[in-house]
C-alpha cells in the first residue's frame, strides 16, 4: 500500500504547478482524500480534501479559489493543481487517504501518506 506525490518545483508568483498522486495497492475512492501542506518551522495544516460520503470538494481559506483537488478514478490518482502560487504557499507538500475518518484536518486520522514534494514560490 502506498501513495506517490509527484510534481512540485521551483515557480514564480503567479505562477501554477499541478501536484499528483498515485495510489498503489488500494483504491483511492473507498477512502476520505486529502492534500497537507508543511511549512519550515510549522504544522502540517490541511489544504483540500474531497469527502468519501458524498464526494463534495474542500479547501482551506488560503487556498480557496486558487487551488483545485480532483481524483481520476480510472488512474487511482489524486491531482491538485495549483494557481496564482504566492511565497506563503512554499512549503512540502503531502497527498494523504483515510478510511475511518471524513473530511479531517487532524493528520494523526489519515493513515497512508504519500513521501511528500517540495513546493517553492520565489522569483
Known amino acids: 500500500v502506498q501513495l506517490q506525490a509527484s510534481g512540485g518545483g521551483l515557480v514564480q508568483p503567479g505562477g501554477s504547478l499541478r501536484l499528483s498522486c498515485a495510489a498503489f495497492?488500494?483504491?483511492?475512492?473507498?477512502?476520505?482524500v486529502g492534500w497537507f501542506r508543511q511549512a519550515p518551522g510549522k504544522e502540517r495544516e490541511r489544504v483540500s480534501c474531497i469527502s468519501r460520503v458524498d464526494g463534495s470538494l474542500h479547501y482551506s481559506d488560503s487556498v480557496k479559489g486558487r487551488f483545485t483537488i480532483s481524483r481520476d478514478d480510472a488512474k487511482n490518482a489524486l491531482y491538485l493543481q495549483m494557481s496564482n502560487l504566492k511565497p506563503e504557499d512554499t512549503a512540502v507538500y503531502f497527498c494523504?487517504?483515510?478510511?475511518?475518518?471524513?473530511?479531517?484536518?487532524?493528520?494523526?486520522?489519515?493513515?497512508?501518506w504519500g513521501q511528500g514534494t517540495l513546493v517553492t514560490v520565489s522569483s
Open positions: 495497492g488500494f483504491t483511492l475512492d473507498d477512502y476520505a
Open positions: 494523504a487517504a483515510s478510511y475511518l475518518h471524513n473530511r479531517s484536518r487532524n493528520p494523526g486520522d489519515y493513515g497512508y
